[in-house]
């Protein structure tokens, strides 16, 4: 983290849901490491095509190809 390494929060979401603009509708507090980015429907395991576009276009958006990546599964708070 030190090295300025992109922190990427991979821990699920317990369902879907986004509003009429296609907005990620949080349902869930989650714990995480400070300024670390969450993607919260990339961490399923085996992830459907919808869900492996959107890391892929959240990865172009939040990496530089010169910078480490840390990806890792945060803890939601019950």
Do not use: C
């Not at 929060?9 to 995480?32: A, C, K, M, Y």
């Not at 429907?41 to 095509?49: C, F, H, L, Y």
């Not at 959107?54 to 172009?60: G, H, I, Q």
């Amino acid at each position: 983290m030190g090295s300025g390494a992109v922190l990427l929060n991979v821990h699920p979401l317990r369902f879907v849901e986004t509003d009429r603009d296609g907005n990620w509708i949080l349902p869930d507090q989650h714990h995480s490491l400070p300024d670390a980015i969450w993607l919260p429907v990339v961490g399923w395991g085996n992830i459907e095509g919808w869900a492996a576009d959107y890391l892929v276009d959240s990865l172009r958006e939040v990496t530089d190809q010169k910078r480490p990546v840390i990806v890792f599964a945060g803890l939601i708070a019950s």
